[in-house]
């Protein structure tokens, strides 16, 4: 079976749906998760705590927003960026994969667009019909957004306001344009670029996503 279009992969419960997939023989979640715990190895063998250790510091700091943990962790132990985001992600349970789990890529997308944010749909879909052109790549939902990859994430796209859509790029070394929002190093994303409207999903924006799709192969 050839597969030149994106199709679902069940998950073993029943209808519901993990991910969306376009090459045949990959176990996305799989690769997923072992690369998560991986790094989450890494950082235990990085601060020489384990899990349960650094669960208690996080408790004992009195924190609870994601990013104020997540800096605290960068002051109190010297992790970077990544790390410390994956680690506050991992205690809290709260990353993007977990809450999107079960559901279908439909249902995901209409929580994604819902209630004022049900105008970006357009743009959601306009991208989507230009990247499917480029080849065979993985579609994974999460909560607020959807990630896109290969053998690495290459883009994120999803609304992050009620009136400001996102499309987040993994490429190198592009040429500096006023669209490009250069993003701190261990960010998800190099490059993040502000889409107001489907008119805007341009072949310049296309050429930039090409360059990061490339690369992820």
């Not at 944010?117 to 019909?129: A, C, T």
């Not at 009620?162 to 994303?189: H, W, Y």
Request: charged share 30%; glycine share 8%.
């Amino acid at each position: 079976m050839d597969y030149t279009r994106p199709i679902t992969i069940p998950s073993g419960r029943g209808s519901r749906m993990l991910v969306i997939i376009f090459k045949k023989g990959a176990d996305v979640m799989t690769s997923l998760n072992k690369a998560v715990q991986t790094q989450l190895e890494n950082i235990q063998k990085k601060t020489g705590k384990s899990l349960d250790e650094l669960s208690s510091i996080i408790r004992k700091s009195g924190l609870t927003k994601h990013g104020e943990i997540r800096d605290y962790l960068k002051s109190e132990l010297g992790l970077g960026h990544g790390d410390a985001n994956a680690l506050v992600h991992a205690i809290l349970q709260s990353d993007g994969q977990r809450a999107a789990e079960g559901k279908s890529e439909e249902a995901v997308l209409d929580e994604i667009y819902s209630g004022a944010k049900v105008h970006m749909r357009p743009i959601h879909e306009k991208l989507m019909k230009e990247i499917n052109k480029l080849g065979e790549f993985e579609v994974a939902p999460k909560k607020g957004y959807v990630s896109l990859r290969r053998k690495k994430q290459f883009a994120m796209i999803g609304p992050k306001t009620n009136t400001r859509f996102e499309v987040g790029i993994n490429a190198r070394d592009l040429a500096k344009n006023a669209r490009l929002l250069e993003q701190p190093k261990g960010s998800m994303c190099n490059y993040i670029i502000n889409v107001s409207d489907a008119k805007e999903v341009d072949s310049e924006l296309v050429a930039w996503i090409k360059s990061a799709y490339e690369g992820a192969g």
